[in-house]
């Protein structure tokens, strides 16, 4: 009762404002940290007293109903934790607050609101045109940059990727073998000419992503509305969903190259010049031991310890979360200071959403460096089409962004799969 009365609170403080911790003068310590510490000893308590029950050959539904309460109660509280961390990181990034060109923001949001394109928006539109069937007026560039970051608040693979913004039609990087000859010669011998590198160029696919929030003429013409943070709060999460799923699992047709379609044995393991991203296995059928995670940590180059992190889904955090060492201590330890992380054997751990469950044949996390690892492209440039015609008697905002991505760096991860 007491661990379900501090999680109470500590939501309630969340809900109240812990985002505001970070403006503080001398930021306190949050409550759902005291909250997570204290869940967390009810935790292995609760799982140590389930560990000796399955020794002695029973097994008490309670005890695992119990362990089942407390483990949710963990994922909550850890959220909570997690987002006071990122509002933190992220609170100085606020950019201007002015428009880079007052005259085209004003006759935008003029447009926005029900009046005709001016000429200017239309002469913008058709020198930006890269790409045919691109429709929509561009939105100003502080409009772009808050939906922007309102997708990095909410977007794991953005606040862990590389980020490149683009004005072209898209996007090749090029690599190099990184074979050059070389050698030692004296001072007044002749130098034979050595083999140089061979460099190949890998595309990165742009795909159109578009969303068409709809609102009343009547919140339009509001004049207490901000209707560039409504267009971003709207579009942000549908974007940021279709996002989500094809930086982890995208085919490359219309859409990006999933990070996962990079590893050994799937579709795009040949695709880079630097191989595949290497995959180890679980050590278990159906699950994941210990030992597994060591066997990452050590396969991993040393240039790319420094910026490791483990990748994985919630729910596959339960099974990751119960792992101990030889000494019997558990690797798993959550958040327990404002601004550090969750950590797996030492190593952070981010919520991603999208990755698959801990079950025979499944990559149920990535380990490494993500920025180094994958490429999110940013074709510069919102485009708004308003509609007042097919939803009456609401106004449908066509929204569409181009986007790309793909594994500019394999080498920098490696991939867990359990075991058949």
């Known amino acids: 009762m007491k661990t379900n009365a501090l999680i109470a609170a500590s939501m309630a403080a969340s809900a109240s404002g812990l985002l505001a911790v970070r403006a503080e003068a001398q930021p306190r310590k949050p409550d759902s940290i005291e909250a997570l510490a204290t869940a967390f000893e009810a935790f292995k308590t609760t799982h140590t007293a389930q560990l000796d029950e399955i020794k002695a050959g029973k097994t008490d539904v309670v005890t695992a109903e119990k362990l089942g309460k407390i483990e949710a109660d963990l994922d909550k509280l850890q959220a909570a934790v997690e987002s006071v961390n ?80 683009i004005s ?31 460099l190949t160029s890998l595309g990165f696919t742009i795909g159109e992503l578009y969303a068409n929030p709809a609102a009343s003429q009547g919140l339009i013409d509001d004049a207490e509305i ?84 483990f990748f994985m889904n919630r729910t596959a955090r339960s099974s990751f979360r119960k792992l101990k060492d030889q000494a019997g201590g558990y690797l798993w330890q959550p958040s327990l200071a404002e601004g550090s992380p969750a950590t797996l054997a030492g190593t952070p751990v981010i919520d991603m959403p999208g990755m698959p469950n801990v079950a025979a044949g499944n990559i149920a996390a990535l380990y490494g460096d993500m920025a180094e690892t994958y490429q ?29 991505g793909g594994v500019k760096n394999p080498t920098a991860m490696r991939a867990l799969k359990i075991g058949a």
């Open 168 to 198: 072209g039609a898209g996007f090749k990087k090029v690599f190099s073998d990184g074979i050059v000859g070389s050698g030692w010669v004296g001072e007044t011998a002749a130098r034979p000419q050595t083999t140089t590198p061979g």
């Open 86 to 165: 990122l509002a933190a990181q992220l609170g100085g990034d606020r950019g201007s607050d002015k428009p880079r060109d007052p005259e085209y923001t004003a006759q935008f949001s003029a447009y926005f609101k029900g009046s005709d394109p001016s000429g200017k928006m239309t002469e913008l539109r058709a020198a930006a045109t890269k790409t045919d069937g691109e429709g929509g007026y561009l939105a100003p560039v502080e409009w772009d940059r808050t939906i922007s970051k309102k997708q990095k608040i909410i977007s794991p693979m953005r606040q862990n990727s590389s980020v490149i913004a």
């Open 226 to 309: 901000d209707v560039e943070a409504w267009l971003a709060d709207e579009v942000a999460l549908e974007f940021d969903k279709q996002e989500g799923i094809a930086f982890l699992s995208g085919d490359g047709i219309n859409k990006p190259d999933g990070v996962l379609t990079y590893v050994t044995g799937a579709s795009n393991a040949a695709k880079h010049p630097y191989g595949a991203i290497p995959v180890l296995l679980s050590g278990a059928a159906g699950d994941v031991k210990g030992d597994a995670l060591f066997d990452l940590q050590a396969d991993l180059p040393t240039e790319f310890v420094g910026n490791a992190k």
């Open 376 to 404: 999110v492209v940013d074709r510069i440039g919102v485009r708004v089409l308003r509609d007042p015609f097919s939803a009456k008697p609401f106004v449908l905002f066509y929204t569409t962004k181009r986007v790309g």
